[in-house]
Nanobody, 120 residues
Framework: QVQLVESGGGLVQVGGSLTLSCTASGIMFSIDVMGWYRQAPGKQRELVAQITSINTANYADSVKGRFTVSRANGKNTVYLQMNSLKPEDTGVYYC??????????????WGEGTQVTVSP
């Protein structure tokens, strides 16, 4: 079983910054992709940013230039640096990891989520 633990959410004013982190644990042969999704009240969960094991990153258009995703492979950790935050960035942020575990079984794991609130 792969487990993800997130931290770093909170309340911040418009224009402020926050950094989220997420660490994966469990028996994993590989972590191919790690990333962040968010869900605002009344909306569907959407991709924010993700990064592969070779540090190829992908961002939602709404966060390009403001957010940076990075990973520390030796620590099985992914980070999301969020700058110039806007009220529309408010939501629950979920960490996601995809890869291969023992016996070549794929996994698609989710964290429990961390709340980010951007106040006007």
């Amino acid at each position: 079983q792969v487990q993800l633990v997130e931290s770093g959410g909170g309340l911040v004013q418009v224009g402020g910054s926050l950094t989220l982190s997420c660490t994966a644990s469990g028996i994993m042969f590989s972590i191919d992709v790690m990333g962040w999704y968010r869900q605002a009240p009344g909306k569907q969960r959407e991709l924010v940013a993700q990064i592969t094991s070779i540090n190829t990153a992908n961002y939602a258009d709404s966060v390009k230039g403001r957010f940076t995703v990075s990973r520390a492979n030796g620590k099985n950790t992914v980070y999301l640096q969020m700058n110039s935050l806007k009220p529309e960035d408010t939501g629950v942020y979920y960490c996601n990891a995809q890869g291969i575990r023992t016996f070549a079984r794929p996994y698609d794991a989710w964290g429990e989520g961390t709340q980010v609130t951007v106040s006007p």
